[in-house]
């Protein structure tokens, strides 16, 4: 038991490491290859927050594991939602941008029920789904750096990028510095994936809890570490937009992006996720809606209301 536990959390640390290095040794590579600090910053600077999530997703298809696969994307969205949303809402309330009202926020309603739909319906996702949502992916990320540079406000953008593109990239001075870290990083990420879904899975097994169960919950939140971090730490310093648009951008980029990959390596089924599980994830996704138009602001006591569903729901799931 001891060794399982061991396993998890070292699969948690190198998950971590691995996504912090690999973006940083890209990010100075692609500046180092002219590529605007606008365009590294709403891809590959994005993509760091997903990056656990999908790594275990994918390793977990390659072997089979549908339920870990498809429970761990389940899980992450509404760990996002529920107790990130919640948690930084409570430290402070969120503003919220017209731009997530207008696109992001229905997007990511509509690409939920589609996913759900999809997983329910169908009892897991086929290489044709995986194409799909892999192409929305593409559209969705030209759309963006299309849009941002139309943007009348886009030289702040353009200077957020900047800004974090020059910290990212901050003391490293030559290309094998840059590539070592990104080869070890992806290491990492890949060990790290490993040895988190075989401790899940041995630890599941030996207290008798289904791969989905633990990938509902364990994996889940595990996977789910970076965005919990930057969304509280972006709420302790006031910066209330990148609190909760790093969770509407890591839940599209989740379906999309991970949704879309890890059936195309192979198809993945879905039995284990009950549908309670997929109702949930719709549930707190429309619900994410009104409370977002509620004055253009996510509450305190809204955010203790996705708090507690979030309990209520993880109780449920131990107790299943």
Not at 98 to 123: E, H, K, N
Not at 138 to 152: G, Q
Request: aromatic letters at 8%; proline letters at 3%.
């Amino acid at each position: 038991m001891i060794t399982e536990i061991i396993r998890l959390l070292a699969g948690l640390v190198l998950l971590y490491i691995g996504a912090e290095w690999l973006v940083r040794g890209g990010v100075r590579i692609a500046s180092r290859c002219g590529i605007s600090p606008l365009v590294i910053g709403l891809t590959l600077v994005a993509f760091a927050t997903s990056a656990p999530e999908l790594v275990v997703s994918v390793e977990a298809a390659w072997n089979g594991q549908g339920d870990i696969s498809v429970g761990n994307v389940v899980g992450s969205n509404i760990c996002n939602i529920a107790l990130i949303l919640g948690l930084s809402a409570l430290i402070t309330p969120l503003q919220v941008k017209t731009q997530l009202l207008r696109f992001d926020g229905p997007l990511l309603l509509v690409l939920t029920l589609g996913f759900a739909a999809m997983g329910y319906g169908i009892g897991g996702l086929n290489r044709w789904c995986g194409g799909i949502l892999f192409c929305g992916l593409i559209a969705y990320t030209v759309w963006n750096i299309y849009a941002a540079r139309r943007e009348s406000g886009n030289e702040q953008l353009q200077q957020e990028c900047e800004d974090e593109i020059a910290g990212l990239g901050r003391r490293l001075k030559s290309w094998p510095s840059c590539i070592l870290l990104v080869v070890v990083g992806l290491g990492a990420l890949v060990i790290g994936g490993r040895l988190l879904v075989d401790g899940a899975v041995a630890f599941g097994r030996f207290f008798g809890i289904s791969e989905a169960v633990i990938a509902l919950t364990v994996v889940a939140v595990g996977t789910s570490l970076p965005e919990l971090a930057t969304s509280v730490v972006a709420a302790c310093r006031r910066q209330q937009d990148i609190a909760i648009g790093n969770v509407v951008g890591s839940n599209i980029f989740n379906i999309l992006g991970i949704m879309g990959l890890s059936p195309l390596i192979r198809p993945v089924q879905s039995a284990g996720i009950h549908p309670v599980d997929w109702g949930m994830l719709v549930a707190v996704t429309v619900l994410l809606l009104p409370f977002m138009l509620s004055n253009l602001t996510l509450s305190r006591r809204e955010g203790a209301v996705l708090l507690l569903i979030y309990l209520g729901y993880t109780v449920w799931l131990i107790g299943f």
